[in-house]
């Protein structure tokens, strides 16, 4: 079924001009795409990083954890859209590339599992500020939230990374 | 001697187990800590979350020197695979370029924000002015341009067969 989707989409005139590689601006798009996708990638993972961190008990602010969340969920939601249009913008131009491979699906499965995380921090947020930092057990509680997070994280940039990889078979990279 | 390092034990397991895959993926972390605290820091010194307090930035200074060491040593590792063709492939001596001018600007910056921020911090600037601001912006996009050499040389230059 996905098969059948992947060879639809290559037909379409989207991606019939995406993967023109004749002409070197059109080709051009692509690699630049990535370019921004990875900027996209540096600001994500920085701002949950801290984030995390702080739930972790690792980086001290003067702030409340509402706030530090307050400046960084903007970077997050940006950076995640950015990367979600310049991700599909990469799937039109090489359907199969992305939709047959382990690495992206895989990618795809913690990706959505760790943005219920995010906005299961942003609503407990809204609902009550001190929701983290209320009792011993929420600070725990929010530092196993917080470790499943950078897992989840690393997995995501860790399998997005190794998707040029997993097709190959053995030889010298 | 470039051949004596492609042929170490070191760089025969880089090119033929893990150790590729593994030094490109901390290769990406680092270019995450260097560029996104770059940006980070350079939209916030243009103005833009005016509520993160200037001084704050120069605790994120010293992580990017860390984030810097992580690129040499992976940035090395992936290296010496394939040491001749990196070193004559022209996008690649770009990249070198650019990281060596960014390194030497970002220093300069780090003096100027050691310096500068509880000043701009009391004066309640929302953004900073004049040769400063020149300033941030190049450091900003000399790194962006460290990137953008690097994701090309897989595409352009002499080191993959077309």
Redesign the interface.
């Known amino acids: 079924m996905l098969q059948g989707f992947v060879e639809w989409l290559e037909q379409t005139p989207a991606s019939l001009f995406l993967s023109n590689t004749t002409d070197f601006w059109t080709w051009l798009i692509i690699?630049?795409s990535?370019?921004v996708h990875?900027?996209s990638?540096?600001?994500?993972?920085?701002?949950v990083g801290i984030l995390n961190l702080r739930l972790l008990g690792l980086q001290n602010?003067r702030q409340s954890f509402a706030?530090l969340a307050?400046?960084l969920m903007?970077?997050i939601w940006t950076s995640l859209i950015v990367l979600f249009v310049t991700g599909t913008l990469q799937t039109v131009a090489e359907p199969g590339r992305e939709l047959l491979n382990i690495g992206f699906k895989v990618k795809m499965l913690l990706l959505a599992v760790v943005v219920l995380v995010t906005l299961f921090y942003e609503r407990s947020l809204r609902r009550d500020p001190q929701y983290w930092e209320f009792s011993p057990e929420r600070r725990r509680m929010g530092k196993v939230l917080a470790s499943v997070s950078l897992i989840l994280w690393?997995g995501i940039?860790?399998s997005g990374?190794?998707i040029a990889?997993l097709d190959m078979r053995t030889g010298?990279? | 001697m470039l051949d004596w390092i492609a042929n170490t034990d070191y760089a025969t397991w880089v090119r033929q187990s893990w150790g590729w895959a593994f030094s490109l993926t901390l290769h990406a972390f680092g270019n995450a800590i260097v560029v996104g605290l770059i940006i980070i820091i350079t939209l916030r010194l243009l103005g833009f979350f005016k509520t993160i307090p200037y001084t704050s930035l120069n605790r994120l200074l010293p992580v990017i020197w860390v984030g810097l060491v992580i690129q040499v040593l992976s940035g090395t590792t992936l290296w010496v695979s394939k040491p001749a063709r990196y070193l004559a492939d022209g996008m690649f001596q770009f990249k070198l370029f650019f990281v060596i001018a960014a390194s030497i600007v970002t220093i300069y910056f780090h003096q100027i924000l050691n310096r500068e921020t509880p000043r701009w911090q009391s004066a309640g600037l929302a953004a900073v002015q004049g040769n400063t601001r020149v300033w941030v912006v190049v450091t900003a996009l000399l790194w962006a341009s460290v990137l953008v050499a690097g994701r090309l040389t897989a595409y352009l230059g002499q080191l993959y067969h077309a």
């Open positions: 690699p630049l990535q370019c990875i900027i990638i540096a600001v994500l993972l920085i701002s602010s706030q307050g400046y903007p970077w690393i940039a860790t990374r190794l990889y010298d990279f």
